[in-house]
């Protein structure tokens, strides 16, 4: 089955991250991707196995007519047997083409955003949500990859019939505990061998909260716990202006490192004793979170999303906007010995493999494409 995958962009990103690990397991369908803006690095990633990357090189927040009169035009010439559309733009943009498609062509959408609050959103996103939400009847199917998302969705209008949820999957042999990795972290991030290594792995955006860390990592600091927070993110090679003061002010020069987004995650990110994730909003799967699992370190993160969920007795959870809660929660996972993070980690790896393999994940969109393509053929011939 040739399967047409609409996305807003291909930066990096969780999404963007899915469907290249979705495109690299490989299987029976044939994937063809459009992004609607210029392809950026994840576009490699999927030429790279020999999949065709189109682009509308639409910027961002513009829809030009034109890119949307060439949108069906391109999907006619691909030919697809259906068109999954992920994130909200790139939703609508498949329902557009199926719209405009002269056959009769299964639609899924996928949601990758949990909202808590809609005063949060942007005016751009309420609108998206709300247009979305008036024509959520139209697919065959709408996939989440977090049951908390699927729930607020729902609640603001968004077809219950049609919703399902089919989690992140993760490469749990990429992504596996290694003894070498923490020579690893310490040659690239010069980390000192005997601090606590707390790592933030997330882009820059006010939602991922970084200055709540760093504030948090301060406390747990003065409270004589020696940590070397390390931050590794898409606008994080050069911190924005304000970030870098609160840095420079309450963290030693010595004991923090920052990056930009890095493709070696799974070489060091085993080397590291705790990952933190202090998302204010937004979040529903964080892939980082089922990575660092997967290595065998535990997690300090928000409740945000299904973070609690997959995290489960694995780490700790914390409310999300609760600095003095993220530094006590730090703070314990370093009262602890390291045999006893070594067995948490173990236990929140095996659940991974268990419940979130990629092959296992990979294998359910399979289905659920087969089922649509089923399920429009049936209803074509009633």
Known sequence: MKVLHVITGLNIGGAENMLAKLIEQGGADEAVVLSLLSPGPIAERITARGVSVHSLGMRRGIVGPGAMLRLPRLVETIAPDLIHGWMYHGNLAASFA?????????????????????A?????????????????????????????????????????????????????????PDPNARNAA??????????????CVARLH???????LVEAAAIA????????????????????????????????ADRVTTSGA???????????????VPSAWGEAFPNV??????????????????SARIIGRNGLIVPPNDTDAMADAIIAMAARSASERAAM?????????????????????????????EQMARNGKQ
Not at 154 to 171: H, K, L, T
């Open 98 to 118: 199926r719209r405009r498609s002269r056959r009769k062509l299964p639609l899924v959408w996928n949601i990758r955003h949990s909202i808590p609050d809609l």
């Open 120 to 176: 949060m959103e942007s005016r751009q996103t309420r609108v998206l949500l709300k247009l979305s939400a008036r024509i959520s009847g139209g697919p065959e199917a709408i996939v989440y990859n977090a049951y908390v998302s699927r729930d607020q969705h729902e609640a603001i209008g968004y077809s219950a019939e049609r919703g399902m949820v089919v989690p992140n999957g993760f490469d749990t042999a990429r992504f596996a």
């Open 186 to 199: 310490t040659a690239i991030f010069g980390l000192a061998e005997d601090a606590f290594r707390v790592a």
């Open 206 to 212: 006010p939602m991922k909260d970084q200055a709540r």
């Open 221 to 252: 600091r003065e409270r004589g716990c020696d940590i070397h927070l390390v931050f590794v993110g898409h606008g994080l090679e050069d911190p924005p202006a304000e970030l870098k003061r609160l840095i420079e002010k309450r963290i030693p």
């Open 262 to 276: 890095r493709t070696d995650v799974a070489d060091w990110l085993p080397g590291i004793d705790l990952l933190a």
């Open 289 to 306: 979170i089922g990575e660092a699992l997967a290595c065998g370190v535990p997690v300090v993160a928000t409740d945000v999303g299904d």
């Open 345 to 373: 980690g173990a236990a929140g790896r095996e659940r991974i493999v268990r419940e979130y393999a990629l092959a296992n994940v990979a294998g359910r969109y399979e289905e659920l494409h087969a089922a649509c393509l």
